[in-house]
């Protein structure tokens, strides 16, 4: 039952951030921004399955925290592509690079900078540190995969959509 009622409120936060993402950048800028959010879970359970880690109450509950911080990547880089390919009239693919070339060491301080506050809760030790130790794993896994999906997979996909006469 407490799984269920996690899963509702991964779904309803998915919803919720995609509903802001329309309002604040646009169809457009809100999609390209979204699809990393899909893209990094894939590249998590992936990661889970590697190291042999299963779905439990303490991983969806580090997801689900962790799910309002992973599109803040994707959202820097379309936004720096969306100035670039809009406002300064660069081609998508030169856009994309500049967005690329100009962010992702900022992106990447930032990422590290949150993924480092949780590596306290890897020092607890006894029985809760035990049960502790899935949420920091997880959410270094969920920030360093949608830093990924920001940098390399969102400007990718933004070259196509920026192309003329692809509509959204």
């Known amino acids: 039952k407490d799984l269920k009622i996690l899963s509702i409120s991964a779904l309803e936060t998915i919803a919720l951030i995609i509903f802001f993402l329309v309002f604040s950048l646009g169809r457009k800028e809100a999609m ?17 399955y590697q190291m042999g880690m299963v779905i439990n109450g303490m991983v969806l509950f580090a997801l689900v925290v962790g799910l309002g911080l992973l599109v803040d990547t994707s959202i820097v880089i379309v936004e720096a592509l969306h100035e670039n390919i809009v406002n300064e009239g660069m081609d998508a693919r030169s856009g994309a690079l500049d967005a690329i070339k100009r962010f992702r060491i900022p992106l990447l301080s930032g990422t590290l900078t949150t993924v480092s506050a949780f590596v306290p809760m890897l020092m607890v030790s006894g029985v809760m540190g035990q049960y502790l ?7 270094s896994m969920l920030l360093l995969s949608s830093y990924f999906a920001a940098v390399f997979l969102v400007p990718a996909i933004a070259v196509r959509i920026y192309k003329p006469g692809f509509v959204v």
């Open 133 to 139: 130790r899935v949420i920091p794993i997880i959410l």
């Open 32 to 48: 390209l921004a979204a699809i990393s959010i899909p893209l990094t879970f894939f590249s998590v359970f992936m990661l889970m």
